[in-house]
């Protein structure tokens, strides 16, 4: 099992920017990437980042890239979504999540999911 902690939600206005974090316990060593998903109300769940633990490479859905960065501290076993030049339209419940595998932007393949943090993008 893997356990996942989130924390660094909040409120912030139109361009502002939060950082969160996201610290991995127990079976880390299964882990193979880190995933961050979002929900706002009313709509499914949506993939927005990943990270391949190893390699580090990342993925990102497109209404994010050049403003989301995710990283990750492999000697802490924590993963990191680094949001800039927030909008309204992010606002929603972010979830990290873990998998196994390589399929990093494939929801149901991953296993492990954080309890989410709210994120709130005030105009």
């Known amino acids: 099992q893997v356990q996942l902690v989130e924390s660094g939600g909040g409120l912030v206005q139109v361009g502002g920017s939060l950082t969160l974090s996201c610290a991995a316990s127990?079976?880390?060593?299964?882990?193979?990437?880190m995933g961050w998903f979002r929900q706002a109300p009313g709509k499914d769940r949506e993939f927005v980042a990943s990270?391949?633990?190893?390699?580090?490479?990342?993925y990102y859905v497109a209404s994010v890239k050049g403003r989301f960065t995710s990283s990750r501290d492999n000697a802490n076993d924590t993963g990191y979504l680094q949001m800039n030049s927030l909008r309204p339209e992010d606002t929603a419940v972010y979830y990290c999540?873990?998998?196994?595998?390589?399929?990093?932007?494939?929801?149901?393949?991953?296993?492990?999911w954080g309890q989410g943090t709210q994120v709130t993008v005030s105009s």
């Open positions: 127990g079976r880390t060593k299964s882990v193979r990437a």
């Open positions: 999540a873990a998998t196994p595998t390589g399929a990093v932007t494939t929801t149901r393949l991953y296993n492990y």
């Open positions: 990270m391949t633990w190893s390699r580090g490479a990342t």
